[in-house]
C-alpha cells in the first residue's frame, strides 16, 4: 500500500477522495505534494472500486497556490527541467473517471489552477479563488491564463490576472469558474450526494459524456458534433443503455452493470 504523507487518499461507496493536508501552509502545491497528487489520480483511475473522483482541501483553503518557499530560488534551469507541471497535467488528462474539485476557503495560483483541472467544481459559500501570481512578479504557469479564459472569457480572465483579486463564490458561480454553491456547514455532506448520483450512474456513460464535454473545448462545432454522435451510437452497444431504457419504461430504477 502507498504510504502519502502530503495526502490523504480514501474509497467510499465508489468513491475516491483526494484531500490535500499540508495545513499549516494552506495545502502549498510543493512537489512532493504534487507527486502524491500523480500517483494517487493514476491509481483511482485504475481502481475498479472508483467511480468519481473528488479533490479537497482543509475549510480554511482548498491549496493557496505552488509552494513559495519551494519556489522563491529557483531559476530558469531548475524550473524547466522540474516538469512536475506538466506531468501533473497529464495525469489529469489520462483520468477518464468524473473528478469533482470540492472547495472551501483559498483556492489561489495552483490551488485555482488545479481546480480548473478538475471536470467541475462545488464550493462551498467560503471559497476564494484568485491568480494573484502577478502580485509575485510572475504570471500563471498551470494553465491559469489558457483554462481560465476558456472558463470565464479573455476580459474577466484578464482583469482577474492582472489585478491578482480575490474573488469569492458568488462572482466565481456567476461568471462560471465554478458549477455550484453548496452551503458551508452541510458541505462535503452535499458532496458526496452529488458525487453518489454521478458514482451510481453507468461508468460507461460518464466517461463518454466526459469525454464528449472536453472536447467540446478544442474541436470547432462541426466536429464536436460528428464525435459525440460517434459515441451516442456506440452507447447502443452497452448493456447499460438497454438496461436504463428498460428500467425507464418499467417505471423503476435501473441496475447499471458497467460499475
Ligand atoms: N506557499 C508557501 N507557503 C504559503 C503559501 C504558499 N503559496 N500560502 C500560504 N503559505 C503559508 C504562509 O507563509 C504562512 O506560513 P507561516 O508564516 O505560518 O509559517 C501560512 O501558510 C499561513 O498563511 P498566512 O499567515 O498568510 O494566512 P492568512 O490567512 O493571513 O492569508 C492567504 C491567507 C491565502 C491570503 C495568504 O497566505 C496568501 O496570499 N498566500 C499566497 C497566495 C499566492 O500568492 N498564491 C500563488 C502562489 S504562485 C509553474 C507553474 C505555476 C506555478 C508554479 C510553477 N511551472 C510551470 C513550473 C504556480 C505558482 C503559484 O501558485
Known amino acids: 500500500m502507498t504510504q502519502f504523507s502530503h495526502i490523504q487518499l480514501q474509497t467510499e461507496n465508489n468513491i475516491t477522495t483526494i484531500t490535500l493536508d499540508r495545513p499549516k501552509v494552506l495545502n502549498a502545491l510543493s512537489t512532493p505534494l504534487m507527486e502524491e497528487l500523480i500517483i494517487a489520480i493514476t491509481k483511482a483511475e485504475k481502481d475498479d472500486q472508483t467511480r468519481v473522483i473528488v479533490i479537497t482541501g482543509s475549510e480554511k483553503a482548498f ?9 522563491q530560488s529557483k531559476n530558469f534551469s531548475d524550473m524547466q527541467s522540474n516538469n512536475i507541471y506538466g506531468r501533473l497535467q497529464d495525469a489529469f488528462a489520462a483520468c477518464r473517471k468524473p473528478v469533482i474539485a470540492a472547495v472551501s476557503g483559498y483556492a489561489l495560483g495552483g ?3 488545479l481546480v480548473m483541472m478538475c471536470d ?17 512578479g510572475t504570471l500563471p504557469g498551470i494553465g491559469g491564463s489558457q483554462r481560465l479564459t476558456k472558463l470565464v472569457g ?3 480572465a484578464m482583469e482577474i490576472c492582472l489585478t491578482g483579486r480575490f474573488i469569492d463564490a458568488a462572482e466565481a458561480e456567476r461568471i462560471g469558474l465554478i458549477a455550484r454553491i453548496l452551503p458551508a456547514d452541510s458541505f462535503l455532506d452535499d458532496v ?13 456513460a460518464t466517461r463518454m459524456i466526459k469525454q464528449a464535454v472536453h472536447f467540446a473545448e478544442s474541436a470547432p462545432l462541426d466536429q464536436g458534433l460528428a464525435f459525440e454522435r460517434g459515441l451516442f451510437y456506440a452507447s447502443f452497444s452497452t448493456e447499460d443503455q438497454k438496461e436504463g431504457m428498460k428500467a425507464f419504461l418499467e417505471k423503476r430504477e435501473p441496475d447499471f452493470k458497467d460499475k
Open 63 to 71: 491549496a493557496a497556490g505552488a509552494d513559495i518557499e519551494e519556489m
Open 111 to 113: 490551488g485555482c489552477e
Open 120 to 136: 467541475f467544481v462545488l464550493a462551498s459559500e467560503s471559497a476564494k479563488f484568485g491568480q494573484p501570481e502577478v502580485k509575485l
Open 154 to 156: 479573455r476580459s474577466k
Open 192 to 204: 458526496y450526494k452529488i458525487a453518489g448520483e454521478i458514482a451510481g450512474y453507468s461508468l460507461s
